[in-house]
């Protein structure tokens, strides 16, 4: 009887790590979109005269964007689903670009 062969195997879950309670890379987006929120609110408020409140306004949705796509469509789903999520979107579930309907049905 032959004997059986032994392989090395690495049979650990592949994880990029956690940081802010975000998995993998995915707090940098957010961090860098509340930095562009904060820039764009300081030249809007103190560049151009614009009042705090409607600064806060126009800038507000750059980082809930961005925090809304990461937890919303990225956080704890599988890879690419993001992307699935908005091709359902706009193609309407269809393998072609334009949903065609019953066409081509005998």
Known sequence: MQELRITDTNAADDSSGRAFGLEGNLYLVVVCAAVAGLGLYAMLAL??????????????????????????LRHGKPPGYDRDWLELRISGGSFSRKATGQEGIA
Not at 48 to 53: F, G, N, S
Not at 60 to 69: K, T
């Open 47 to 72: 560049a151009w005269q614009v009042a705090h409140l409607v600064a806060a306004l126009l800038a507000a949705p750059v980082p809930v964007v961005s925090l809304a796509w990461a937890l919303g």
